[in-house]
């Protein structure tokens, strides 16, 4: 396969990042980063976004995860360490804002709103790292980071008592488990899409995490 002009650049940012996000065990690794510069780069060929700046966006957009321990910190607030990984990389000057502009907004979502224009994706670039990002939250490598960040918070599988209704026990129900993560925000991903490319591949990524959905709470009931 022949490399992109800007493979070096590329492998500069991801070398620093790789050193930021070694730590990680939520699944917002640097593995993660790869896979959304790969779709996200995908995608812009097919929406005719700009591919150097879905590339450096997705391989910075997680910096917040790593800064703020348990406290959660918003992606702007990275953004002057992000400025400086793309000015150490060669990124071009001209680019560097937007591409900040991607990693600001990556984490709006249009239900959060009730509907999708406040979202703040006010280039294709950033609409092209959002649906990116938010495919690689369905799907099967969906599915096994939700549990991977659930177990990396300390979350239960899913809080509801499986014990048949006659066992005299009170259950330890946290209200916040994985499964429910699903109901609350990755079910959602697909009718958040912005552009066609993503709606049309978060359509076969959602069939699967609902058939999973479903499987697991059956067996979780002992009931397949």
């Not at 995608?43 to 450096?56: Q, R, T």
């Not at 348990?70 to 990984?85: A, G, K």
């Not at 294709?124 to 649906?131: F, G, K, S």
């Amino acid at each position: 396969m022949t490399q992109p002009p800007e493979s070096a650049l590329f492998g500069a940012i991801a070398e620093r990042m790789a050193e930021q996000l070694a730590l990680d065990s939520s699944g917002h690794d640097v593995h993660h980063a790869w896979r959304v510069f790969s779709l996200g780069r995908r995608m812009a060929d097919e929406e005719g976004a700009d591919g150097l700046i879905v590339g450096a966006a997705a391989l910075t957009h997680d910096l917040h995860r790593v800064v703020g321990g348990e406290e959660f910190v918003h992606p702007r607030e990275t953004l002057p360490t992000v400025r400086e990984i793309l000015d150490d990389a060669g990124v071009p000057a001209a680019h560097v804002e937007e591409v900040c502009h991607c990693v600001a907004v990556h984490e709006e979502y249009g239900f959060d709103y009730g509907h999708g224009d406040e979202r703040g994706a006010d280039t294709l670039e950033a609409a092209v790292l959002q649906d990116a990002d938010n495919l690689d939250a369905i799907g099967a490598v969906g599915i096994a980071r939700a549990f991977a960040f659930g177990g990396a918070h300390g979350h239960p599988l899913w809080d509801r008592d499986p014990a048949p209704a006659w066992v005299d026990w009170e259950a330890d129900e946290t209200g916040d488990s994985t499964l429910e993560h699903f109901e609350e925000k990755l079910l959602h991903l697909r009718e958040d899409m912005n552009t066609e490319t993503g709606r049309r591949i978060a359509e076969r990524r959602h069939e699967f995490l609902v058939t999973f959905r479903d499987r697991f709470e059956r067996e979780w009931f002992g009931e397949v």
